[in-house]
């Protein structure tokens, strides 16, 4: 009988919100959920996709603890705006650009854009580093549009003007409803079923 050793899992950001959040979903797993020290090394994010990024991220935080890591890039993607923020969305109103500097931001460029094309996206790419395994890579998304004033005092980042089909922001939702049907739900999801289905080979 094998005795069962805790996996320590470092999650390679400094957003609390997201540490919150992603524990939730390791929980069943067993594993061990921290988030980077204070003095982690930064990482240049300078990829051109959100997989780039969540993958530069999560190796090179892997190999500086040599122990796993976790690292996400997400972004919104308004198709108003040929797709911008993407991969800038955390730095959309500059490098130190804050929630609120970015959603004032995202508010003025869709002033003078009508209800009926303010069609949006959030995506989600994950990365798991492992030292000595091949790196995972999951995905996941949520549609919705951009309304024309912040909603909410849950979430973070752009989730107070992130409307769903249903009518509520990101923001209106808890933080169980919202592990049921966000973007980066569905990428962890994906990810932690990949480790289970890693388990019973």
């Given amino acids: 009988m094998t005795e069962h050793v805790t996996t320590k899992l470092l999650i390679a950001t400094r957003n609390q919100g997201k540490v919150r959040e992603i524990a939730t979903f390791f929980a069943e797993l067993g594993w061990h959920v921290e988030p980077i020290p204070a003095d982690a090394p930064e990482v240049i994010e300078d990829g051109e996709t959100f997989a780039a990024n969540a993958v ?3 190796e090179e935080i892997a ?5 796993s890591a976790l690292a996400d890039d997400s972004g919104l993607e308004v198709d108003a705006l040929g797709g911008r923020p993407g991969v800038h969305s955390a ?6 650009g804050d929630d609120a500097a970015n959603n004032a931001k995202l508010l003025q460029e869709m002033a003078d854009v009508p209800a009926s094309e303010r069609r949006a996206r959030f995506v989600s790419a994950i990365a798991l580093a492992r030292p000595g395994q091949e790196t995972l890579v999951s995905f996941g998304t949520v549609e919705g549009h951009i309304i024309n004033e912040l909603r909410g005092n849950g979430g973070f980042g752009y989730d107070p003007l ?6 509520h922001t990101l923001a209106e939702i808890s933080l169980e409803e919202k592990n049921h049907i966000s973007h ?3 990428a962890l999801r994906s990810m932690v079923n990949m480790l289970k289905m890693e388990s019973v080979k």
């Fill in 184 to 186: 980066r739900a569905e």
């Fill in 56 to 58: 530069k991220k999560a």
């Fill in 63 to 67: 190999a500086f603890y040599n122990c």
């Fill in 91 to 96: 730095r959309y109103a500059g490098e130190h």
């Fill in 162 to 167: 992130f409307e769903l089909a249903s009518g």
